[in-house]
């Protein structure tokens, strides 16, 4: 059986509504936390498919995190052979690093649910064109070379891009939309949720709106992308 593996940077930010593609694609799915006494000495390249989320830290926060750097070599490693990946949100940023790319604090905060604007219109994205997606980040990327930008939105040039078949990097969450743990994101970050405009009750309003259709359009996108590996 392919294997895939889960990397959360905390515990609140899981694949949500992407596993059930993953495992009708055939994967059985393992799970690590960078807290894990493991995760230091873990393989990433032994995974047929390695999935990394997201989190509220920056990538140039290293000394705070110091598994970062760790974790940015390893990721190189797999990058290099070629094995298929897909980041979200912080995990596409640590793609676009581990890429050769400066990932640093964008002109604002970009949160809650609001359509992307797709460039590759025949491929996997086009299943979230027109549809409110959930964005909850600050940071974002210069294009790392070899790249093709697939996505953008108002605030953000780089909301997705790919490498080949089997890289995938998501600035935007369509997986988050029928996940409760969505109260912990709006109650770890409230500051965030009041620079967009936003509070605790019009955020989860947006949320009942618009998740179901995010995460079946979310569904569809990275089924389709797995269909498509190398």
Not at 104 to 110: D, I, L, R, T, W
Not at 117 to 128: N, Q
Not at 196 to 212: M, S
Request: hydrophobic content about 40%; proline content about 7%.
């Amino acid at each position: 059986m392919k294997t895939a593996l889960i990397i959360r940077h905390v515990p609140h930010e899981g694949v949500a509504g992407y596993r059930q593609p993953i495992e009708d694609a055939g994967y059985h799915v393992d799970r690590i936390d960078v807290t894990d006494p493991e995760f230091a000495s873990l393989d990433l390249c032994r995974h047929d498919l390695l999935i990394m989320m997201g989190g509220p830290m920056g990538i140039y926060e290293h000394e705070d995190h110091p598994w970062i750097r760790c974790q940015m070599r390893r990721l190189a490693r797999r990058l290099e052979a070629d094995r298929p990946t897909l980041g979200v949100c912080f995990g596409a940023q640590m793609v676009a690093a581990a890429l050769g790319a400066e990932v640093y604090p964008g002109p604002a905060k970009e949160v809650g649910f609001h359509p992307v604007t797709v460039h590759d219109t025949e491929g996997p994205l086009r299943h979230v064109e027109g549809v409110p997606v959930l964005h909850w980040h600050g940071d974002t990327f210069t294009r790392p070379e070899g790249v093709e930008l697939l996505a953008s939105s108002d605030l953000y040039e780089h909301q997705a891009f790919r490498r080949g078949r089997n890289l995938l990097a998501l600035q935007f969450h369509a997986e988050m939309g029928e996940d409760p743990r969505f109260d912990a994101w709006i109650e770890q970050s409230p500051g965030d949720v009041a620079a967009v405009g936003h509070t605790p009750d019009t955020l989860r309003a947006a949320h009942e709106a618009h998740g179901p259709r995010a995460v079946a359009a979310g569904r569809a996108m990275i089924s389709e992308w797995l269909d498509g590996l190398g």
